[in-house]
């Protein structure tokens, strides 16, 4: 019972009697590799980019672990993983921190249910979150974007490079995400309706449809687009050939020497167009498919609305009688 006091030795003697009835005996022998087996072959039917983060973390487990895959579950004590994590914590964000812990919960977890072991250790360990920290997103200038899409068109080596240029333009000039960009089809646009045209997008977040009018400097770029095509297109074609640029974007900031703008950041170019052109905050939030007049766009996109943008703030400072 590991101590000298006859009361706490017959206190852990009937939690341990007590015990056996939640451990099924067979199970208790199972190992560290097992259990890693069990939970890939459990989790195999979630999400393709869940099974992607789990086999990830997986192979980081796999290299830093110190102590042997051959270890009986029921043997790995918190002390274990918390040197797991002390080895990889270094190199990861709060957030991804946070998702390897999460990792060891609905590891353990599992083995709990089995009853393999009584209680998980992911309770015990030194450090199971970290609160998120917040992502500084660059937004591209005027000049930037129009070089990053010029960039991207002039590589004639790569027979992709007309399909990537013309998804980061469209994510510029319309402020959409690359999962609604790459779910939209011909269908979805409407150049002639009312005075601007409209375009239909689904919230890939929550499945909701909301509609976005066509600005003015989107329309050529469609109609160029939509005539691009040797015949035309069928109604339920995809308006895009991939589903994202992003491998296309970073080659171009690293030739152009810029910060590293991610499709998000393409996105955002769009929005603070708009808020620096005076559109009311509602409507920009709306055309994003929010429905709260604005507050998470505050939220999400600070870095938009003038707070890192010198040009901007000067040219608003001037405006001070």
Aim: with cysteine; proline share 4%; charged share 30%.
């Amino acid at each position: 019972m590991q101590t000298d006091d006859r009361k706490i030795a017959e206190r852990k003697l009937a939690e341990w009697i007590k015990s056996l009835d939640k451990i099924d005996t067979e199970s208790a022998k199972t190992t560290l590799a097992q259990l890693l087996e069990k939970f890939v072959s459990v989790r195999s039917g979630m999400r393709p980019s869940t099974v992607k983060t789990d086999a990830s973390i997986i192979k980081s487990f796999k290299a830093h672990w110190k102590h042997g895959l051959d270890i009986r579950v029921s043997a790995i004590k918190p002390s274990m993983i918390d040197q797991w994590l002390a080895v990889v914590e270094p190199d990861l964000m709060n957030s991804s921190y946070n998702r390897f812990t999460q990792f060891i919960k609905q590891l353990f977890d599992m083995a709990v249910r089995d009853r393999i072991i009584v209680e998980s250790p992911h309770a015990s360990l030194r450090n199971t979150w970290k609160k998120p920290q917040k992502p500084i997103r660059l937004v591209p200038t005027d000049e930037q974007f129009n070089a990053i899409v010029a960039d991207v068109r002039s590589q004639h080596l790569n027979a992709k490079v007309r399909d990537s240029a013309d998804f980061i333009e469209f994510l510029g000039l319309a402020g959409l995400g690359q999962a609604e960009a790459s779910w939209m089809r011909w269908k979805h646009i409407d150049l002639n309706k009312g005075q601007y045209g409209e375009m239909a997008v689904r919230r890939m977040k929550t499945g909701e449809l909301f509609y976005v009018p066509i600005y003015p400097h989107l329309k050529p770029f469609l109609k160029r687009l939509y005539d691009s095509h040797p015949k035309q297109p069928d109604s339920n074609d995809k308006v895009f050939k991939i589903r994202d640029a992003r491998k296309a974007l970073e080659n171009a900031c690293k030739r152009l020497k810029l910060p590293h703008f991610t499709q998000r950041s393409i996105r955002a170019y769009l929005i603070r167009r708009l808020w620096q052109s005076r559109v009311d905050l509602k409507l920009i939030a709306k055309w994003q498919g929010h429905q709260d007049g604005g507050k998470l766009l505050m939220n999400t996109y600070t870095e938009v609305f003038g707070a890192n943008d010198g040009e901007y703030v000067n040219s608003e400072l001037a405006k001070i009688k």
